[in-house]
């Protein structure tokens, strides 16, 4: 997949990657394709299967609602990838060495700066893109060192080849919460840790935040 079309399931799993704690959607679950082992309401695996159908749903009965009004698209976009995303830990992972005595605001501007940017970018492609698909949850193994479990899944789409999604996952509190997606091996954080590194050896977290802000700097998730 070239990097251009992976933006696309990329934005589609970021916002896919919305809390579910309080949502019960036993049909959808139905509809969904179930091959991880004793999957149980709650885990991380049932939370990525449920949002991901939750999301996929959405987008299709809204579509025109949503080509309509852009605004409405990227305030469910925004809710969505708000509600479990964990933006700060995910930032502080992105920026690496860089955040080393930042301050907690500098990274959470950053986080905040880093998502709407790339939910700006390629939120409204979600409409082009084909949500007639099925999700697979196909694992869940725990990370080394605790620090939480990798769920994988798939995407599938007719005439087509499965779309590989995985979620890194850890818990805070008693949420589940994503700090990083893959898709088709390519890591969100990874991602922009590279894009991001040369300019943070040049300026300070401030201003790479105002650089993305105002449109300076754009968050590419092709690599």
Not at 15 to 35: D, H, I, K, M, N
Not at 104 to 133: H, P, V, W
Not at 149 to 171: A, C, D, N
Not at 193 to 211: P, S
């Amino acid at each position: 997949m070239t990097s251009n079309l992976r933006a696309v399931p990329l934005a589609l799993a970021l916002a896919a990657a919305a809390s579910t704690l309080a949502f019960s959607a036993p049909a959808l679950a139905q509809q969904a394709v179930r091959t991880a082992p004793a999957m149980t309401e709650g885990s991380p695996s049932q939370l990525v299967l449920n949002n991901s159908q939750r999301v996929l749903s959405t987008l299709e009965k809204r579509r025109p609602e949503f080509k309509k009004n852009r605004t409405v698209l990227r305030e469910f976009i925004n809710s969505e990838f708000n509600a479990m995303f964990d933006r700060d830990y995910a930032a502080r992972l992105v920026l690496g060495r860089h955040a080393r005595g930042a301050s907690e605001a500098d990274i959470k501007s950053f986080a905040d700066a880093l998502a709407d940017n790339l939910m700006q970018r390629y939120g409204s492609s979600l409409l082009d893109f084909n949500t007639q698909l099925r999700v697979r949850v196909k694992s869940e193994t725990a990370l080394s060192q605790g620090r939480g479990v990798r769920v994988s899944s798939e995407f599938l789409r007719q005439g087509g080849q499965p779309i590989p999604v995985e979620y890194l996952m850890r818990k805070t509190g008693t949420s589940w919460k994503v700090f990083d997606v893959m898709v088709e091996g390519v890591s969100y954080v990874q991602t922009f840790r590279n894009q991001f590194d040369a300019e943070l050896q040049r300026k300070t977290i401030k201003q790479v935040t105002t650089e993305l802000r105002n449109g300076q700097l754009k968050a590419s998730a092709g690599q």
